[in-house]
């Protein structure tokens, strides 16, 4: 059975400030029946870290480079992560493939970096508004899981997510069908590539505009084991709700 996932993405936002968020959600759900996480800017982890100590909450980084060290001036590296506490990391996030010009193959050396020092890699992927238009959505995610994916790749050390480019922030969500279509065929590709176990194991979430309002909703598709939740997981209240619908789905 997939354990679900409440994924926080804090992105380039949060300053030691925003700490008693994080203290507010660890008080609200002491004892979860989903997992939580805090993806946190690598200034923040740490502490973040120190912060749930001993709670429900986990907290991850939102990038690694693919070299365990060396001369690669303001990157950090995935056993860094771990050092600051991280148990998970965000790889090939769209605002990653557009404003870094990351490709499939640099997501993929990412994050077998990532699982080679025990992270647990969210390989996020999702079709800009032109390519599903053009009603290319599935051959953008296809080609994107076999070029991002290591072949090591299991349901314990590999998260998929699920982000149309043009959902992000935007207030728009996929229809339920839509959603549903796309995670159906995710799995299906994950069990044709690595077999009916693990392919069954890997968790998927949804990521786009996620809110308490509409969280219940997703969760009930096919295959939506959990979310990637931007914006709304900034304050403990608005993914308070959120985490509140994973738990009843």
Known sequence: ?????????????????????????????????VDVLICL???LLHRAAETV????????GQDCHAAESGAHTGDVSAQMLIDAGASAVILGHSERREDHGEQNDDVRAKARAAMDTGLKAIICVGESLEQ???????????GQLSGSI???S???????????IWAIGTGKVPTL??????????????????????????????GGSVKPGNA??????????????????LKAEDFSGIIDALQKA
Request: no cysteine.
């Open 154 to 164: 299991t349901g314990e050390n590999l998260i998929v997510a699920y982000e149309p």
């Open 177 to 206: 069908d839509e959603i549903g279509e796309v995670h159906d065929f995710i799995r299906a590709r994950l069990e044709r590539r690595f077999g009916e176990g693990v392919g069954r194991s890997v968790r998927l979430l949804y």
């Open 150 to 152: 290591p072949d090591q």
């Open 41 to 43: 800017p690598a200034t």
């Open 132 to 142: 599903r238009e053009a009603a290319n959505t599935l051959d953008i995610i296809g």
């Open 53 to 60: 100590k001993d709670t429900g909450i986990s907290v991850g």
């Open 1 to 33: 059975m997939r354990r679900k996932l409440a994924a926080g993405n804090w992105k380039m936002n949060g300053t030691a400030a925003a700490l008693p968020e994080l203290q507010s959600l660890a008080g609200s759900f002491p004892d979860a029946s």
């Open 216 to 233: 219940a909703e997703i969760f009930a598709v096919s295959n939506v084991d959990g979310a990637l939740v931007g914006g709304a997981s």
